[in-house]
């Protein structure tokens, strides 16, 4: 089995997995100039492959999307990366029908990738047994300074695709127990995923009535997503049932330590990176955002903070883990 693999993509530019595999591949090309980048569809080859798999960007539904990864394998060896590990908070239909799902490409793969170690967990707490598993974490980039005579924009900020357990509505319900006449605006830099556009819609009714002023930006470019990051008073992630952030490693590369939701997940990422987020413990999201708000500086890390590892290093981990499939 050759360990310079295919790298392959979905075709679509707008979905954050698609987005995260490109930025992978881009990376591992730099230091393998053998390394092939292309869509996964109509792939023929006996060669290694390797995706980056969430049902919701692989199929209408967990089973077209387990039938199209099966369908891939079926021709050739893939390895894969998995998003979005199915948890309870899937619901009583959603969790059954994903974990069927994530079971079968697990089975079919040649190789499997979490992108944490909770991650890990879930798919094994999914599952119901030990899986073979590859700890890659999400890269961040060394961070940017804070500009010289910064000043925020009255903005809390969740970053990422609007979706329900993405923390907005508990920020909007922190947000609403400041005074008006302190209160900031609560701002999702990003859309609404597929699908949950007029829940997107219903926040902003709800955020009104209790006199909050919530606004989503739509889908921002790489360039915007980067000067919004920067600019607001405070960041901040919220999930309520997290699988492995993204929107964490996209604030510490714009230079902000966000706050955090205390999460399994949330204190790993701790650990990998120390001093780089601020956990708020359950119970504790208002006065922690009253607190930052009053120091919006300390939302900022250090220009000697490290945020490693990076996406070179994370490259550099896949060659290694390939190579030794």
């Not at 119970?283 to 120091?295: D, F, I, K, P, T």
Request: with cysteine.
């Amino acid at each position: 089995m050759s360990t310079t693999p295919l790298l392959l993509h979905r075709d679509d530019e707008t979905h954050g997995v698609d987005q995260y595999a490109r930025a992978v591949a881009t990376a591992v090309a730099k230091l393998d100039s053998a390394v092939t980048y292309r869509s996964a569809h109509g792939l023929d080859s006996s060669q290694l492959a390797h995706v980056h798999f969430t049902d919701r960007l692989w199929g209408s539904t967990p089973e077209r999307a387990a039938e199209r990864f099966e369908r891939l394998a079926s021709r050739g060896p893939v390895s894969v990366t998995l998003h979005d590990v199915p948890q309870h908070s899937d619901g009583e239909r959603g969790f059954p029908r994903r974990t069927d799902c994530y079971r079968r490409v697990v089975e079919a793969a040649a190789g499997t990738v979490c992108n944490s170690a909770h991650e890990q967990r879930l798919l094994e707490l999914a599952l119901g047994r030990r899986v073979e598993v590859h700890v890659v974490p999400l890269p961040a980039q060394p961070p940017q300074p804070r500009p010289a005579g910064w000043q925020p924009s009255d903005e809390i900020a969740v970053l990422g695709f609007y979706y329900p357990g993405k923390g907005h509505l508990e920020v909007v319900e922190a947000v609403a127990t400041i005074p008006a006449s302190d209160r900031p605006r609560v701002v999702a830099l990003g859309c609404a995923s597929a699908g949950h556009e007029q829940e997107l819609v219903d926040l902003g009714r709800y955020a009104a009535e209790l006199g909050v002023e919530f606004t989503s930006t739509g889908f921002l470019s790489p360039e915007e997503r980067l000067a919004r990051s920067r600019a607001v008073a405070v960041p901040i992630i919220a999930h309520q049932h997290v699988s492995a952030s993204g929107s964490l490693t996209d604030w510490l590369s714009a230079g902000r330590r966000p706050l955090t939701v205390d999460s399994d997940y949330f204190r790993e990422m701790d650990t990998i990176r120390p001093k780089t987020m601020l956990l708020v413990r359950e119970g504790r999201l208002a006065e922690a955002l009253r607190s930052a708000l009053r120091e919006p500086e300390s939302t900022w890390l250090d220009e000697t903070t490290s945020t490693s590892p990076s996406i070179e290093e994370i490259a550099r981990a896949y060659l290694s883990w390939w190579a030794a499939l």
